[in-house]
């Protein structure tokens, strides 16, 4: 699909969203190193509602599971990699209950 992947080591867990994107305006953070995640967790970016479903249905016919998906906003650009992990989590738990 043309997509670019990044993969992000858990010692970047504690960087934002916008700066593992490599957005202006977002700095290293020096914070400590934040836990890395228990589930592998997918961040999107750019992808028109057309080709999201393009990619989600290319993943399913192809077996590959992630758990936790999250499409980047101007909202959660200046979380953690680990806050937006734990939103997920708490979101997944509320619909699966």
């Known amino acids: 699909m043309g997509a670019r992947i990044k993969n992000i080591a858990a010692a970047d867990f504690a960087q934002t969203v916008g700066f593992a994107l490599g957005r ?3 700095a290293a953070q020096s914070a400590d190193t ?3 995640p228990e589930q592998p967790m997918l961040v999107l970016d750019g992808f028109t509602s057309k080709r999201l479903d393009v990619l989600l249905r290319e993943l399913r016919q192809h077996g590959v599971s992630v758990p936790y998906k999250a ?3 101007e909202h959660n650009l ?3 990699l680990r ?3 734990d939103e997920l989590v708490r979101e997944h738990e509320a619909m699966h209950g």
């Open 34 to 36: 934040a836990e890395a």
């Open 78 to 80: 200046p979380w953690t």
């Open 71 to 73: 499409i980047v906003t």
């Open 24 to 26: 202006a305006g977002f």
């Open 83 to 85: 806050a937006l992990y």
